[in-house]
């Protein structure tokens, strides 16, 4: 019987000793950790590898308007993360629980041991997985690119990233919302710009960006 691979975590805080405080809690836990220092950095590796746990700051976490955790429960690709939120106030609606201190590590492997098992309850309710934890070096070795060969764009890896994690396409709303926080029509020709650049950086590698099946968005072919 195989075991089952180790929970994965992302910690989104800006200070270093918070995130090393909170790292050291997790591992006791038994996750296995990555950090973003930014709302834009964690926004990238939730979609990059979507963790069953997101340790927040309160800053990062609540900021208006870009808070990490509105923005993770309106997109239903990501909303099953669980979500611990560092502060020493009330547990904010839509948080799964709190901690107050980043340096209690029994309090935080215990919050997340229990988060953990709450995610997976509800994706089995839901008869599905919670994440797909694909790693982004062994999907551009598929294709046979490399970064540093395409001389990519930040929104071009960007969208790279996200169409290498979902095979099936993901529509154009998605996709403005995640590259530019914007769901709305404001960034239609930036996309499509956006796009066909990639595009011609990925033709010579036998890979092919066009439009999905259901025409609502992006995905890749190779």
Known sequence: ????????????????????????????????????????????????????????SEALALSPRVGLLPRLRRDPTVRHVG?????????PAACDAVVARPSDAPAIAAAAGSVLRLVRERAGRAGG???????????????????A???????ELALLRLLLAHPR???????????WDDGTRAHI????????????????FGVTLGRSADEAGYALRW
């Open 1 to 56: 019987m195989t075991a089952r691979a180790a929970p994965h975590a992302l910690v989104a805080a800006r200070e270093t000793e918070v995130v090393a405080d909170l790292t050291y809690g997790l591992a006791r836990a038994g996750f296995t950790v990555a950090s973003a220092p930014s709302v834009a950095e964690a926004w990238i590796a939730v979609h990059e590898r979507p963790p069953e746990l997101l340790v927040a």
């Open 83 to 91: 979500v611990i939120i560092v502060t020493d106030g009330p547990a």
């Open 129 to 147: 997985d919670t994440a797909c934890p694909i790693a982004l070096d062994g999907l551009l070795n598929e294709v046979r690119v490399r970064d």
């Open 149 to 155: 060969r395409l001389a990519l764009s930040p929104s």
């Open 169 to 179: 396409g993901v529509p154009d709303v998605r996709l403005r919302r995640v590259l």
């Open 189 to 204: 020709r930036a996309l499509v710009s956006v796009a066909h650049r990639l595009r011609r950086k990925l033709r010579p």
